[in-house]
């Protein structure tokens, strides 16, 4: 679903929640091509990558490389999900072939994943994806005028090439 008609085909984020502050920072056709710009850059500069998750012709969500410094061998992942989305397996499916990606064809040795300590489905994708927490940064995250603890978690290539073999 588009917001405030045709925007070019660049479709916003359905969801307003308490753990994904992106529905509050793209809401209209400057602000989408101006987050979509950013993510041409960090591409350009292989600093970070955005790739759509489709499902029957539908953009219904994103995963992407937040940050990622190639010569340190570190990338932060995100996503975000339409509501209509939801519990179909589309994240992790996504999230495991841009980490396949990040190690394999980049050499990146960590890949981070950090969440809110209350979003319950997003902590679950990290522990699908073989992810070990650690550790919390205690009300690290001001939004919505409230503090927020940040869950970090992360894979390393090593455990990321084991997990795979084990699947």
Not at 83 to 89: T, W, Y
Request: charged share 25%.
């Amino acid at each position: 679903m588009t917001r405030s008609g045709d925007t070019a085909g660049i479709r916003l984020p359905e969801r307003r929640n308490q753990h994904n502050a992106l529905p509050d920072v793209v809401t209209d056709l400057v602000s989408s091509r101006a987050f979509l710009q950013a993510y041409a850059e960090k591409a350009a500069a292989d600093a970070g990558r955005l790739h759509g998750i489709w499902t029957e012709g539908e953009l219904v969500g994103a995963v992407l490389f937040r940050r990622m410094d190639v010569e340190q061998g570190i990338a932060e992942a995100g996503c975000w999900l339409e509501p209509s989305a939801v519990g179909k397996g589309l994240v992790t499916r996504a999230v495991r072939l841009i980490i396949d990606w990040a190690v394999e064809d980049r050499g990146i040795h960590r890949v981070e994943w950090v969440v809110s300590a209350a979003n319950g489905p997003s902590i679950a994708v990290a522990r699908r994806l073989g992810m070990t927490k650690d550790g919390v940064l205690r009300e690290s995250y001001p939004y919505r005028g409230k503090r927020h603890d940040e869950e970090i978690w992360s894979v390393l290539a090593p455990e990321w090439r084991t997990g795979k073999q084990a699947s």
